[in-house]
C-alpha cells in the first residue's frame, strides 16, 4: 500500500487548505485512514481519522476547524483545513491501515508541507 498526498503550501492565519490523500492497494476491512502532524522540535501527533463506517476522532486543538472525509470507493481520504492558526504549521502526514481510531495504522505518506503565516 502507498500513499500519495497533495496539496498543502502557505497560508494567511485565517484562510484555508484542503489535503487529499490516495492509497494504491488494498485496504480492506474497517481500516482507518486520518492525518497526523509534527511540527519542528515535537513528537508527531493526531489530527484526525476515520473509519471506513464514517466514524471520526479529533484532536481537540482542531475541532470545529478542520473536516476530514472519505471516498471508500476510491480509497482516499481528504482534510478541509479552516480558520488555520500559524500553530497548525507542520508537515502532515496521511495515515492508513488498523481497525482503530485511537491507533495510526501501518502506512505513512510521504508528508506535505503547510505553513501558517501570522
Known amino acids: 500500500v502507498q500513499l500519495v498526498e497533495s496539496g498543502g503550501g502557505l497560508v494567511q492565519a485565517g484562510g484555508s487548505l484542503r489535503l487529499s490523500c490516495a492509497a494504491t492497494?488494498?485496504?480492506?476491512?474497517?481500516?482507518?485512514m486520518g492525518w497526523y502532524r509534527q511540527a519542528p522540535g515535537k513528537e508527531r501527533e493526531l489530527v484526525a481519522r476515520i473509519l471506513r463506517s464514517g466514524s471520526t476522532r479529533y484532536a481537540d486543538s482542531i475541532k470545529g476547524r478542520f473536516t476530514i472525509s472519505r471516498d471508500n470507493a476510491k480509497n482516499m481520504v481528504a482534510l478541509q483545513m479552516n480558520s488555520l492558526k500559524p500553530e497548525d504549521t507542520a508537515v502532515y502526514y496521511c495515515?492508513?491501515?488498523?481497525?482503530?481510531?485511537?491507533?495510526?495504522?501501518?502506512?505513512w505518506g510521504q508528508g506535505t508541507q503547510v505553513t501558517v503565516s501570522s
Open positions: 492497494g488494498p485496504l480492506g476491512g474497517p481500516n482507518a
Open positions: 495515515n492508513a491501515g488498523g481497525p482503530s481510531l485511537f491507533v495510526a495504522g501501518a502506512y
